[in-house]
């Protein structure tokens, strides 16, 4: 059971340092030895409220005391709150940032461009220089940079600065990418926890509440601690917690969100306008091109690019697209076609636009011209039977 499923009441502690030294000066102490050596006064108070409830079940009491020694730990031994550089200040280093400062946590942040008046207005610190935020010795490591410019961002830091057992993070929408270059580039001394909250600015701007966020605990040594607290931040915000292998991840999000993205993107390509008749259906649509195009177009491209299964989906996507048009062309009654293949001699039907020319779209790519109206010539007559 990990004590992510412990529900602990443990606000009362308020042992002096003496008392605290005395508990945890030989690890593996059991809590009754810390008990009896408070101060009387103290002592009472403290066991009717050290109460720990384990939500799996029935625990041996050898077993229940580690964990109550683990927690008096982390309560007692290590600052509640965080000292959080993140790494990559841009739309998605700031959103998370709001939520960290919002929670009590110090906010440090680094990128290659100048973003100092925006910290200093969510309550962070700003460092240009990566050797400055490195000697602050924060406790997480937080890199919200670019799919494509991680390795190089990460590579940039001087890393020889930190604290021993420095936590790194990521929260890169793929996974297996950052775990790889995590493990090649750091020391092991280095604690490695990967992340990716499945929200953004937009789907989670107004809670995180019910919102998966995905994690992988890499590499974690002795002083687990920041990772759990670190993890704290995203269930305290009502996040759902799921502990996964980077590679399930990636195999999941080529299914789901690449394809999301993919859609997303295509559908912005037909510039769709809002109607008064819009369906249930359509508003989706809508809200889906929403979502996905303020993203930027490196984080679609890391989709791509760094997930090794996104390249099938794409195919998949592309047989699928195929496979339908084959089955509404094969639903065609036969005088309908043979009317269509007689305008075609005719010459009356244009040829379909080439992508190639297309107009630009918002300056993103380029964008399907709307559809012109059909000439007369194009008009089906009914047939009379
Ligand atoms: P993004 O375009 O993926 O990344 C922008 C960030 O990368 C900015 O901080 C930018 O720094 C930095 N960057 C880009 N190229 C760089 C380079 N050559 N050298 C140094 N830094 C560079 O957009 P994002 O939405 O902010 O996403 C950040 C990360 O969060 C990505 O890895 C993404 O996969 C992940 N994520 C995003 C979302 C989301 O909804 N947006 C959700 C979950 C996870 P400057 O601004 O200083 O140029």
Request: aromatic residues 8%; glycine residues 6%.
């Given at each position: 059971m990990s004590n992510a499923n412990l529900q602990f009441?443990?606000?009362?502690?308020?042992?002096t340092s003496k008392s605290r030294s005395t508990l945890f000066?030989?690890?593996?102490?059991h809590l009754n030895r810390f008990c009896t050596c408070l101060p009387k006064p103290v002592l009472r108070p403290q066991r009717r409220r050290l109460g720990i409830r384990a939500t799996e079940g029935w625990q041996p009491p050898q077993e229940r005391n580690k964990l109550q020694v683990a927690a008096l730990n982390n309560v007692l031994h290590y600052p509640s709150k965080l000292k959080i550089a993140v790494v990559g200040f841009g739309n998605f280093g700031q959103f998370l940032a709001k939520a960290f400062v919002r929670q009590g946590h110090t906010v440090l942040a680094h990128s290659r461009t100048d973003y100092s008046s925006e910290a200093h207005s969510i309550g962070a610190s700003f460092f240009s220089d990566p050797h400055d935020l490195c000697e602050q010795h924060p406790d997480v490591i937080l890199l919200c940079t670019s799919i494509i410019s991680t390795e190089p961002v990460l590579r940039s830091?001087?890393?020889?600065r930190l604290k021993r057992n420095t936590l790194f993070v990521d929260v890169l929408s793929v996974k297996e990418f950052p775990k790889n270059i995590f493990l090649q580039l750091l020391p092991p001394h280095f604690d490695i926890l990967c992340t990716h909250p499945m929200f953004g600015p937009e789907s989670g701007k107004d809670s995180w509440n019910g919102l998966p966020f995905v994690f992988d605990k890499v590499r974690i040594g002795n002083e687990g601690w920041r990772a759990e607290k670190f993890l704290d931040i995203f269930s305290t915000e009502g996040c759902r917690m799921v502990e996964m292998k980077c590679s399930e991840h990636d195999r999941h999000a080529a299914g789901s969100q690449f394809i999301t993205h993919t859609m997303g993107r295509v559908l912005e390509k037909l510039q769709l306008e809002t109607t008064p008749i819009n369906t249930k259906g359509y508003e989706t649509l809508l809200n889906l091109v929403e979502n996905t195009a303020s993203d930027s177009f490196d984080l679609y491209y890391g989709l791509f690019m760094y997930n090794k299964n996104a390249m099938e989906q794409l195919e998949r996507l592309d047989l699928a697209f195929e496979a339908l048009k084959n089955e509404l062309f094969g639903h065609l009654h036969d005088k309908l076609r043979k009317q269509l293949f007689l305008m075609k001699r005719e010459g009356s039907m244009e040829r379909p636009p080439k992508l190639s020319k297309l107009p630009p779209n918002k300056g993103k790519g380029y964008a399907l011209p709307p559809p012109s109206p059909p000439s007369n010539s194009e008009i089906l007559q009914p047939q009379n039977h």
């Amino acid at each position: 059971m990990s004590n992510a499923n412990l529900q602990f009441n443990l606000t009362a502690v308020t042992a002096t340092s003496k008392s605290r030294s005395t508990l945890f000066s030989s690890s593996g102490d059991h809590l009754n030895r810390f008990c009896t050596c408070l101060p009387k006064p103290v002592l009472r108070p403290q066991r009717r409220r050290l109460g720990i409830r384990a939500t799996e079940g029935w625990q041996p009491p050898q077993e229940r005391n580690k964990l109550q020694v683990a927690a008096l730990n982390n309560v007692l031994h290590y600052p509640s709150k965080l000292k959080i550089a993140v790494v990559g200040f841009g739309n998605f280093g700031q959103f998370l940032a709001k939520a960290f400062v919002r929670q009590g946590h110090t906010v440090l942040a680094h990128s290659r461009t100048d973003y100092s008046s925006e910290a200093h207005s969510i309550g962070a610190s700003f460092f240009s220089d990566p050797h400055d935020l490195c000697e602050q010795h924060p406790d997480v490591i937080l890199l919200c940079t670019s799919i494509i410019s991680t390795e190089p961002v990460l590579r940039s830091l001087p890393i020889q600065r930190l604290k021993r057992n420095t936590l790194f993070v990521d929260v890169l929408s793929v996974k297996e990418f950052p775990k790889n270059i995590f493990l090649q580039l750091l020391p092991p001394h280095f604690d490695i926890l990967c992340t990716h909250p499945m929200f953004g600015p937009e789907s989670g701007k107004d809670s995180w509440n019910g919102l998966p966020f995905v994690f992988d605990k890499v590499r974690i040594g002795n002083e687990g601690w920041r990772a759990e607290k670190f993890l704290d931040i995203f269930s305290t915000e009502g996040c759902r917690m799921v502990e996964m292998k980077c590679s399930e991840h990636d195999r999941h999000a080529a299914g789901s969100q690449f394809i999301t993205h993919t859609m997303g993107r295509v559908l912005e390509k037909l510039q769709l306008e809002t109607t008064p008749i819009n369906t249930k259906g359509y508003e989706t649509l809508l809200n889906l091109v929403e979502n996905t195009a303020s993203d930027s177009f490196d984080l679609y491209y890391g989709l791509f690019m760094y997930n090794k299964n996104a390249m099938e989906q794409l195919e998949r996507l592309d047989l699928a697209f195929e496979a339908l048009k084959n089955e509404l062309f094969g639903h065609l009654h036969d005088k309908l076609r043979k009317q269509l293949f007689l305008m075609k001699r005719e010459g009356s039907m244009e040829r379909p636009p080439k992508l190639s020319k297309l107009p630009p779209n918002k300056g993103k790519g380029y964008a399907l011209p709307p559809p012109s109206p059909p000439s007369n010539s194009e008009i089906l007559q009914p047939q009379n039977h």
